[in-house]
């Protein structure tokens, strides 16, 4: 694992300098360690780029090459709204059955730990190098910001996968996942599993160290929305507060986060969520289309559009339960066709097969040759919806209903606002984040914080046949990631879940 994190960084490196002369003049790839190739500020920011590009491409096999997007697919593959109608080309059919992260041997597990870790030790490699590097304290700073909320993301991520449901107003003492903050040699010497509570507070540190770090800059991202900024690190603590049941630091740092930002109105919320420069997204995964992933990227799995094998046999469809809670006049229905003259007005080829309740919310572009787009990350709508939620936790009624109102008027143009108070409030609000984040990687995580059951509708366009199942308890053991028989093979120390 030390090796991956190395060839990452040196990737990068060539990614910024392959055409430079001078670059050619090198010790040999193989003899270059981290700290050589973390020599200059350059080469830190080039380093940085490439945890960037790790976000939307990576090596491995077809449905593990889009980066966080191959893991948002997943998130929503475990959950109830997003439905496969058919097996399309097989990708992620195991995931969607509950079967592939309970098997210690199989692709998933085995590339979702390592996807992370090696995001961590990249971080890591940076966080431990650049105050020893000539360069402004600007400039080290925006840098040193950014690695350290990566490598927050990518222990928040994990811990939620791997670990035991955070239980707010508890001990948390459950079994967590290894803390990192070194390099993976030191996970294969042994180093156990730290609790939950414990890898909670590591990311609380580190997001703090990063805002502080980030606010000391003033290196502007511009409208490189890819870039972590001081907006993005407040979104990211609001969902680790909201995790955590910490009500009145999520509804603080929701507000920290969306600041400067306006709400997707109701014209460009349908504009195919394939571009980063829409109105609401504060963060995202900027591809560069030279750099695309093609039949790999998020988009060549999760649009209507793109013309592969797999969308033109299997287009994502929705609850068809939850769909339903939706009025007409809400402007959301139509990322999904479900009478048949819309489903027949869709604009995609004869060949491509067409299903109720398919989903057109996301769109490939150009024309769905490419599979390129930029990837949403991060909007101004799940800050309101956190902001809401946390309120109607709190007890906070009336604040809650005025949140949710301010994302539902602007869906809806007959909306009126919310008389629901309590449960029912909290309820409809859940309702609201399903709806306006749906297959941006949230269900199951959802689920999980929650305690709630997975409850798959078996009407529209589900089948069983590929579903395999349509419900699933609270709180048992499988709703926790195996740890991959490899990593358990290096690290002796490393305990298994039940």
Known sequence: MKKVSKILLLLAVFAVYA??????????TDQLGADQVLSTIENQRAA????????????????ERSG???MMINYDMLGQDVVNPERGSGWFISVYQWIEHRL???SLVEHTYDYYYSMIANANN???????VTGSDDEKNNIKGQALFYRAFAHFNMVQLYGGRYVPGQANNQLGIVINLDDLSNIGEGKARSTVEEVYTQIDTDLNAALQALNASSVSAGSDKSQITSNIVNGLLARVALTKGEWANAITFAQAARQGFDLTDINDVTNGFNNSGTSGWIWSSQVNPDHGTYFASFFAYMSYNYSSSHIRNDPKCINADLYDMMPDTDVRKGFWAVEQDDIDAIDIPSNFRRFPYMNTKFE?????????????????AEMLLIEAEANAHLGNDGAAQDVLFELVSERDPSAVESTNTGQALLDEILVQRRLELWGEGFNFLDLKRLNLPLERSTRGSFSITQARISEMPAGGNEWNFLFPISALNVNKELDQNP
């Open 19 to 28: 055409c430079s002369e001078d670059f050619l003049d090198t010790s040999p």
């Open 48 to 63: 940085l780029e490439g945890i960037h590009r790790h976000m939307y491409g990576v090596g491995g096999s077809q449905d």
């Open 68 to 70: 966080y997007g191959n």
């Open 104 to 106: 210690n041997s199989s």
């Open 126 to 132: 940076i966080i431990n190098s650049i105050d020893n």
């Open 364 to 380: 490939a572009l150009p024309s769905g040759t490419l599979g390129d787009g930029d990837v949403v990350l991060m909007r101004v």
